[in-house]
């Protein structure tokens, strides 16, 4: 089975700070991770996603992530926030050597990014 | 623009009542699912379609159904046996079922409200 954690259910930061939003996996294989950003009463919209390769995953809006096997970690950052920057991100993953069949994403609870001027 | 549609954005129902929710893509996916959005839970898949005519459950089917007639349009029905129908519910889609690095395009969102 796969599944997500996100620690943390809000996350304050100040504008122009950088700003981590973190995320944990599980999966028996191999993983595919994503991040999404919502804003209220809105549509997900994809930021970003690590297939293979690089570890540094950069994404839309400045966006980067760092995926770490070792921790099952795939914490999303910017260097510098800003106000508009604030909203809901679900960090998402599918288990790519699941060998039942197709695998389907699984999302975190989502963490609220607030961002104070 | 290539897009998913979701239709209606605010739907309000009374109880024992069965309500339909549109999605409609242009995108030329061959794979839909439906999610359901409650506070503080995340996302849960309801049902997804890897291809027209094929549909699979997910992981809180209960008192919902599908249907996959066109490849475009994956319609949700919500019926009187779903306990707790309020919610957001997103349709999603995604290029081809068997590519799984493909990220996922959402809809707008529907929010039910049952009175």
């Known amino acids: 089975a796969q599944s997500v954690a996100q620690p943390e259910d809000q996350v304050n930061v100040a504008e122009g700070n950088p700003l981590t939003v973190k995320c944990t996996y599980s999966v028996s294989g191999n993983p595919y991770l994503f991040w999404y950003v919502q804003y209220p009463n809105r549509g997900l919209q994809f930021l970003l996603k690590?297939?293979?390769?690089?570890?540094l995953v950069k994404g839309s809006y400045g966006f980067e992530a760092e995926f770490n096997k070792s921790q099952t970690s795939f914490h999303l950052k910017k260097p510098s926030a800003l106000v508009s920057d604030s909203a809901l991100y679900f960090c998402a993953v599918r288990d790519i050597t699941w060998d039942s069949g197709y695998s389907t994403l699984t999302f975190g609870k989502g963490t609220m990014l607030l961002v104070s001027p | 623009d290539g897009g998913i549609t979701q239709s209606p954005k605010y739907l309000f129902r009374k109880e024992g009542q069965n309500v339909t929710l549109s999605c409609e893509q242009n995108l030329n996916h061959d794979a839909m699912y439906w999610y359901r959005q409650d506070p503080g839970q995340g996302l849960r898949l309801i049902y997804y379609s890897q291809i027209v005519n094929d549909f699979q459950k997910g992981d809180i089917a209960e008192g919902y159904s599908v249907s996959r007639e066109k490849k475009e349009s994956f319609p949700l029905t919500v019926t009187s046996a779903q306990k707790n129908p309020t919610a957001f519910y997103l349709c999603?889609?995604?290029?081809?079922?068997?590519?799984?690095?493909?990220?996922?395009?959402f809809g707008e969102g529907s929010r039910l409200t049952v009175l």
């Open positions: 999603a889609s995604s290029i081809d079922y068997r590519r799984n690095t493909g990220e996922l395009f």
């Open positions: 690590y297939i293979t390769g690089d570890n």
